[in-house]
């Protein structure tokens, strides 16, 4: 709970002192408001601890994201169900998730694309979804489809290993012709998931994918892929090379995924390897915290003053306090990069690790978008005379992004039930005076 606070007697006054003019400047509405906007395939997430005996039984591959027929999806669910052994139901979606922590985070507005189930009975897994799914995060976008969203089974075993099996149900049936053109242009970024591409038969989830992705980079909007789960690069991974050198801005992937499509077990090695193709890149490797990798004008680099660190690429977060930049935006780009050891050094006990790589992905996007909005409604401001993607230093953000992480990993959902307090409990009084 936060608590009330103190309160001072100065503080309260008749509103007749109060000045008129300095009202109307701090009235809200004046001020440019920016947006952004995922599509995902809509799934509630329905969450079990089971065995290895439980996952041969219904034929699914530990550690997988994959999609299961209607036979498997009914028989998994009597069992779970007989042997009472669902732990919870909650809105998911790798999308979905981000984009809900990002309006939590942000207390600011992201739209969802995707489908929605025109007729929603109350504790439908569609109701579900709705409840679950913060008041910030715009659904009127949402296509209406004549069925049920999907169903995530995630099943989770000792070792706290997720395996996850789809039941489809109408997910993949958004249309290009849903996506609005005008929408996606005027976002502060457009995110995507890898798994869109994962679709068969009539299913147009694709092509939507594709409609939006070619607004977003007809219109100079960046396009944030994160990659989901490596089986899915690992079929094919110089298509996806070759995918995100074509479309994509920033890349977010962890270490396995970064193996997958670089080729490179090393994520600060990867993390290098993909900025070859894209501007910025966020690769969180667990108990190990995340790199990022980014760019900045040589004129514009700032050196950092934390002790410079060993590692594939010798002191490699030289340029760490630097914020980041597009490459097309520098003269001479140079690469910079930067370590995060998790918060707290992760906590004493972790309740579940699903999602903390989304909420780190949402606290990165988080920043971005505060650059932007400060751009709109402060444009003359010294700090846009470098051209920055970021509002913030590659180092600051990447402690951001592992703060975030750190309250999904001590709950039980991967999506954030509120903000990040303002003053952390865990630091003295006098590190805020
Ligand atoms: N075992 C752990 N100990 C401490 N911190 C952890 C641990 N696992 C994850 N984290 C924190 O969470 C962040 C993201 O974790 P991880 O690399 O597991 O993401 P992910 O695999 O993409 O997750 P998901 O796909 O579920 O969203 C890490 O950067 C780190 O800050
Ligand atoms: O195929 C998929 N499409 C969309 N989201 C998925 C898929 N598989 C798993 N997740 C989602 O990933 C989240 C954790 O990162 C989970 O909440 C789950 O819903």
Redesign the pocket.
């Known amino acids: 709970m936060k608590f009330p606070g103190r309160r001072r007697h100065k503080h309260y006054f008749p509103v007749e002192d109060k000045d008129p003019l300095i009202s109307q400047f701090h009235s809200s509405d004046r001020l440019t408001h920016n947006y952004i906007c995922g599509i995902d395939q809509i799934v509630v997430d329905i969450e079990a601890k089971v065995d290895q005996a439980f996952l041969d039984e219904f034929q699914l591959k530990r550690g997988m994201s994959q999609v299961i027929d209607s036979t498997i999806t009914n028989a998994l669910y009597d069992r779970l169900k007989r042997d009472k052994l669902v732990e919870y139901e909650f809105a998911g979606g790798?999308i979905g998730n981000t984009l809900h922590n990002y309006s939590v985070l942000a207390d600011d507005r992201s739209v969802l694309l995707g489908v929605m189930s025109e007729n929603i009975n109350i504790g439908s897994y569609a109701y579900r979804f709705l409840c679950n799914t913060s008041s910030r995060v715009d659904l009127n976008y949402l296509q209406p489809v004549d069925g049920p969203i999907g169903r995530c089974f995630t099943l989770i075993d000792d070792t706290g290993e997720?395996t996850f099996a789809i039941s489809a149900g109408l997910m993949n049936y958004l249309r290009p012709e849903s996506i609005d053109k005008a929408l996606v242009q005027n976002s502060s970024a457009l995110l995507i998931s890898a798994y869109l591409m994962r679709t068969q038969g009539d299913e147009t989830m694709t092509e939507a994918t594709m409609q939006a992705v070619q607004y977003a980079n007809e219109a100079g909007v960046p396009v944030v892929l994160t990659l989901?789960t490596k089986f899915l690069i690992e079929q094919d991974p110089t298509w996806w090379a070759e995918f995100v050198e074509k479309y994509v801005d920033i890349l977010a992937?962890?270490?396995e995924e970064g193996e997958a499509i670089t080729g490179f077990s090393d994520p600060l090695l990867a993390a290098d390897k993909a900025l070859d193709w894209v501007d910025l890149v966020i690769c969180?490797?667990?108990?190990r915290?995340?790199f990022m990798a980014g760019y900045v004008e040589e004129s514009f680099k700032r050196e950092t003053e934390h002790p410079l660190l060993p590692g594939a690429i010798s002191e490699f977060n030289r340029y760490e306090y630097s914020r980041a930049m597009r490459k097309s935006e520098c003269e001479n780009p140079i690469r910079m990069y930067t370590h995060s050891a998790?918060?707290m050094?992760?906590?004493d006990a972790?309740k579940n690790?699903?999602?903390?790589?989304?909420?780190?992905l949402a606290a990165v996007l988080h920043d971005l978008s505060a650059n932007v909005y400060h751009k709109l409604n402060v444009p003359n401001s010294a700090k846009h005379e470098q051209n920055a993607f970021t509002y913030s230093s590659l180092a600051q953000i990447s402690k951001y992004?592992?703060r975030a992480?750190?309250e999904?990993?001590v709950q039980h959902s991967?999506r954030l039930s509120r903000g990040l307090p303002e003053r952390e409990d865990s630091l003295e009084q006098a590190y805020w005076d």
């Open positions: 790798t997720r989901g992937m962890n270490e969180t490797a667990g108990a915290g995340m998790p918060y050094g992760g906590p972790i690790t699903n999602g903390a790589g989304d909420c780190a992004a592992n992480s750190y999904v990993l991967p």
